[in-house]
């Protein structure tokens, strides 16, 4: 058997570039006369910008100062033994740089041995154990804390959680094993499973607590001060911790249970990570810790070796690095000051935006409309939603003051225009329309501000061509609800200036919005890919295919919804504008479906009623419906829609819609929810071999979102 040193020095080995983590020991007397105490500090020697994490040398720091402090426990020099991190970040888990160079299964096991081996050995000092959760904790970060006796959570902790599942892995340092038989079965469902399949739902310090997790809570002031004088008195006998009995009756396998129908409903049985999860909780039933710790330590290694962690590592990094350094973008130093916005438009779109604008940038914004009552409909939406923000306690009074004091609605476009740096149509999605407002517009701002559209599909350089100054228009296409989609497609004309570029990818960043650099082509990224997904869909249902063999097919996926689901989401009407401007610019690949046309034309919202709770085809719809006699099955109708959806990303990339694979990913996980455990799209068509089968080669390099060769 290697010892813990020999397997980590082997692990370091294979990650020369670890940001690695020291592990200082420091003694001093606690309060009361409690005793002399060893205090253990986790910090990277870098800022909070830079989170510590667990890699092999930083795990070997650790067990070295778990070397003195037990030899000290056990000659009897310290009464107890605390952990904590440096300031604003306790630990935030395993270094995932490492996880994707690992190549081999024995080297994947080691990673959870490795944790393992070292997290034990707190739980097995001869004094009691102490973790101080003062900042940011997530995965090994909570599981190192997991293996203490006690532990103590600062008010001011911003984001706390195990996401492992999120990303394609288990929590396989102690989480699935030890927090159930912490708190709960039910609880460690919903921290695990349900927070993590949540987009990676963050706990705050008060809901740690709350949960049982922590032993007491403090303020972030003083905290670690506070939980020396708490420490000191539980280790005097002055204060007892009680924690709840746990219920290992019928109600443990039930939350397990709970946590599948959870998975099934967002991951469709498509992404094996949470399931394996689950196991190992029902599992814990037991309390045999160490089988717990032997079951994390295969899932691990079988999910490290798998394709969908790497995916999900691959969506990870594109959200973090390539989402806030966007390919393509001219020199942020060319982009102008923006200090006042302008809206055209006061409906329901445009009053998102206007809140967006104000609540980001805090300068003035001004909405026009044709007539009064609009514009004070659509001040009246911000209005609104900024009272609710008051309300939630998330802005003070005087804030929401200085919110509302900076929006205002005018008729006439020279008043509310002259000085914006920065103006925004939101109108109609019709070429004449927009081309009209924007005359207007630049007859009346002043030279410098950007015209900027949110057209879906339109073309930006048509809509620019009869200005006089066309190099200053930008396409700006935001994905509704605006306050929750992180995408902007931002759309360069063909007369598109640089500074003008700039301008708008400064302005997405102050947005805190993921920006996409994208040629203006028709529907630009995600409305064409979907566009074509969706209307192959269609295509098999006008054909002939049952309406839920169709849905259900693309259902491996693991998508957000079912097609018909999203397209009640989107509009009918919209999704029948779009695919008929695509049918215009693509004949042969982009139909537009005969019977979508007749669900339009009848008024319908959706192909669905929601009368049981579930949705069910809507009887009117299903009348409206003239299907031919080719019926397929759910394998065939899947094949369809992955081998168009592989030969629209080959074409698009041929056209240089964008510049790399990597940004269409970037797209739909961010534009339109696709599953990070696919890694977007690309990862998972290479991955079952569409990519080669359609285009005759892969989109992404082997070792790019799968296991290196």
């Not at 922590?214 to 006998?237: H, N, R």
């Not at 219920?247 to 939350?255: K, L, S």
Request: glycine share 10%; net charge negative.
């Amino acid at each position: 058997m290697s010892t813990t040193a020999e397997l980590l020095k082997g692990a370091a080995e294979l990650f020369p570039d670890e940001v690695v983590t020291s592990a200082h020991v420091r003694h001093f007397d606690l309060p009361f006369q409690a005793g002399r105490f060893a205090l253990i500090t986790l910090d990277n020697g870098h800022d909070h910008t830079k989170p510590t994490t667990f890699g092999p040398a930083s795990l070997a720091n650790l067990n070295t100062a778990i070397d003195q402090v037990e030899k000290e426990a056990a000659d009897g020099d310290i009464v107890g033994v605390g952990i904590t991190g440096k300031p604003f970040i306790f630990a935030v888990g395993a270094d995932l740089k490492g996880v994707e160079l690992l190549k081999e299964y024995d080297h994947a096991l080691a990673i959870g041995k490795g944790g393992h081996e070292v997290f034990k050995r707190l739980a097995g000092l001869a004094v009691p154990t102490f973790a101080y959760y003062n900042g940011a904790a997530m995965g090994g970060g909570v599981e190192v804390g997991l293996h203490c006796t006690y532990r103590t959570v600062s008010k001011a902790v911003p984001a706390f959680s195990l996401p492992e599942v999120f990303l394609g892995l288990v929590p396989g340092w102690g989480g699935c094993t030890l927090l159930p038989n912490l708190i709960g079965a039910d609880r460690a469902v919903s921290v695990v499973i349900e927070n993590s399949l949540n987009q990676n739902k963050q706990l705050k310090g008060r809901q740690v607590f709350d949960l049982g997790i922590a032993d007491a809570i403090f303020e972030g002031a003083d905290f670690l001060e506070q939980s020396l004088l708490w420490t000191a008195s539980v280790l005097k006998g002055d204060i007892e911790v009680e924690r709840p009995v746990i219920d290992r009756t019928e109600a443990w396998d039930q939350a397990v249970e709970r946590g599948r129908a959870f998975a099934d409903s967002k991951v469709h049985g498509a992404a094996p990570a949470a399931y394996r999860a689950l196991d190992i909780i029902a599992a814990a039933k037991n309390g045999d810790l160490q089988q717990g710790y032997d079951a994390e330590d295969k899932a691990l290694a079988d999910l490290i070796m798998g394709g969908e962690l790497r995916a999900g590592i691959y969506a990870f990094n594109l959200v973090q690095k390539r989402g806030k350094r966007p390919a393509g973008a001219p020199d942020k130093s060319l982009a102008r000051p923006v200090t006042k916005v302008g809206v055209v438009g006061a409906g329901l779109m445009a009053s998102q935006l206007a809140l967006l604008f104000l609540r980001r940038l805090e300068v003035p914004v001004v909405l026009t409309d044709i007539d009064q009552e609009r514009v004070d409909k659509g001040v009246g939406y911000v209005h609104a939603e900024i009272d609710k923000l008051l309300g939630k306690g998330r802005i003070n009074q005087d804030k929401a003051n200085r919110l509302k004091a900076l929006v205002s609605g005018v008729l006439d476009k020279a008043e509310g225009f002259a000085d914006a740096d920065f103006i925004i149509e939101a109108v109609f999605e019709e070429m004449g329309v927009k081309q009209q407002v924007f005359a207007e517009v630049e007859a009346v701002a002043p030279a410098h501000a950007i015209l900027a559209t949110n057209t879906s599909s339109l073309s930006v350089s048509e809509m620019a061509s009869k200005l006089q100054h066309p190099e200053r228009v930008v396409g700006f296409h935001f994905f509704n609800p605006v306050a929750v989609l992180p995408l902007l497609e931002i759309v360069r004309g063909e007369q598109t200036d640089d500074a003008s570029l700039a301008t708008a990818f400064g302005v997405a960043k102050k947005l805190k919005k993921t920006a996409v650099l994208v040629k203006d082509a028709p529907a630009f990224v995600v409305n064409r890919i979907l566009t074509r997904f969706m209307g192959e869909i269609q295509n098999v249902i006008d054909e002939g295919t049952p309406v839920e063999v169709a849905e259900k097919a693309v259902e491996p996926l693991g998508l957000p919804m079912s097609p018909l689901v999203l397209l009640e989401l989107v509009g009918p009407a919209i999704g029948l504008h779009v695919s008929e401007t695509l049918n215009k610019a693509f004949p042969d690949r982009f139909t537009v479906s005969p019977n979508l046309k007749a669900v339009v034309e009848a008024g319908k919202r959706g192909f669905y009623v929601y009368d049981s709770g579930k949705p069910e085809l809507d009887p009117e719809v299903a009348a409206l419906l003239k299907q031919g006699d080719t019926v397929l099955t759910e394998e065939q109708v899947r094949t369809r829609v992955l081998d168009a959806v592989a030969q629209e990303i080959g074409l698009m990339l041929d056209e240089g819609v964008v510049a790399e694979a990597q940004d269409i990913d970037l797209c739909l996980i961010t534009g339109a929810g696709w599953p990070f455990h696919l890694g977007g799209i690309t990862p998972y068509l290479d991955r079952e071999g569409v990519s080669e089968r359609v285009n005759g080669k892969r989109f992404l390099a082997p070792g790019v979102a799968s296991v290196p060769v």
